[in-house]
């Protein structure tokens, strides 16, 4: 599914004339894969773990009570999508009001410092009307896209919760910084039965 998404989203870029001069990716194998699609013109893959999505897992331990009693209540049921979604709201609810006093190995203040840090690294070399490419994940581009509104960092919940794979957003880095201009756009998957996934 997730090669699928990126090959349409490829060719969509293509068709549209939009040709980037670098290609960055996180380190972990879905966000390397997505990248892989943009090659094809000669650009090789440049791994930037700044990159890399939030360690659900380690934000689940140190903030779900939920998950706990879950783990803990045995062989029941799997939890369905919308069950787990609560959950790992939660998580993340605690996780971003608990800011540096959070147990995570990576607090969510550290988190989104990394993203934004990784995005000044893609932005710093470019010309003007040049283009790059990262592909991350839901988390990062939620904390980037609350960095770049100057919203509250709780705003990064229900954006991260809304994120589809190989959604579009767009920044545009110019003389005044930063600014964000789209924000999980899809329209590439219009007509694609079946593409437009998340978690």
Not at 107 to 125: H, M, N, T, V
Request: glycine share 12%; aromatic share 4%; with cysteine.
């Amino acid at each position: 599914m997730g090669h699928r998404q990126a090959a349409v989203l490829a060719a969509d870029f293509e068709r549209r004339g939009i040709a980037a001069v670098r290609v960055v990716s996180g380190g972990l194998g879905r966000q390397r894969d997505t990248a892989m699609a943009f090659t094809a013109g000669g650009l090789t893959v440049e791994i930037d773990e700044g990159w890399n999505e939030y360690d659900s897992d380690d934000v689940l331990e140190h903030h779900s009570e939920a998950l706990a009693r879950v783990e803990s209540s045995g062989d029941g049921p799997a939890l369905t999508n919308r069950e787990f979604q609560k959950i790992m709201d939660g998580g993340l609810i605690g996780w971003v009001e608990a800011g540096e006093t959070s147990p995570t190995a990576e607090s969510f203040p550290s988190f989104r410092a990394r993203c934004r840090a990784a995005l000044d690294r893609l932005a710093e070399p470019l010309g003007p009307g040049e283009t790059a490419i990262a592909c991350t994940s839901g988390g990062v581009i939620a904390a980037l896209t609350l960095d770049l509104l100057g919203a509250p960092p709780a705003v990064m919940v229900p954006l991260n919760r809304v994120a589809v794979n190989t959604a579009v957003t767009r920044i545009v880095h110019g003389k005044s910084g930063a600014t964000l201009i789209a924000f999980n756009e899809i329209s590439h998957l219009d007509g694609e039965a079946g593409l437009r996934t998340g978690r």
